[in-house]
């Protein structure tokens, strides 16, 4: 993986670029990945062995094991926020710490299959939610305290499909380099 270039490896797809215009064919598309992930996700890591699923997907990353526990525990924090903005007036959301969540016992031992379940119903739920949102829905927002940033809902739509399709990416990559089936 050393020959590889490290920014290539921490952003497969590239960095989120929010559109200019949140037309309904982007968010329909962002929503079908939304719902989507789940499975695709699945499918790639299922047969992975503990061996492969605790190797870091870069030097210095996550294990695939702890990007999939990342994912859902980021995705949890998702469907919650969009909770909240639905439900209250522009709230001031609470924010975790990625790293020390993923160096938790759990995120670095646990099987994946619960967390595969987990997200099957999550998404489930996300995309339910998402596509019955009203046009003023779609602009409703919360606060992000790391930087006071005002994130509509739209937009989080935007970049939670960009989130898992990137961490999918992760591993699709590490698969190709390892010559993984």
Known sequence: MEELDLEKLKYPIGKFTAPDYYSAEYL???????????????????????????????????????????C?????????????????????????DEVLWSE???????PIKPTL?????????????????????????FIHPSDNSENKIKKIIGSYAWHGNHHLAHITTLKKYKNWK
């Open 28 to 70: 329909a598309t962002k929503i079908e990945e939304i719902e989507t992930f789940p499975n695709r996700l699945e499918k790639e890591v299922i047969h992975l062995t503990d061996e492969q699923l605790d190797t870091p997907y870069r030097p210095g990353g996550w294990t695939v094991r702890q990007v999939i526990h990342h």
């Open 72 to 96: 859902s525990e980021s995705h949890m924090n998702c469907y919650i926020r969009i909770k909240w903005a639905l439900t209250e007036n522009n709230p001031v959301i609470k924010a975790y």
């Open 104 to 110: 938790i016992h759990d995120n670095l031992t646990m």
């Open 117 to 141: 379940d987990l997200l099957k119903g999550l998404h489930f739920r996300l995309a339910y939610i998402m596509k019955n949102l009203s046009e003023s829905d779609l602009e409703k927002t």
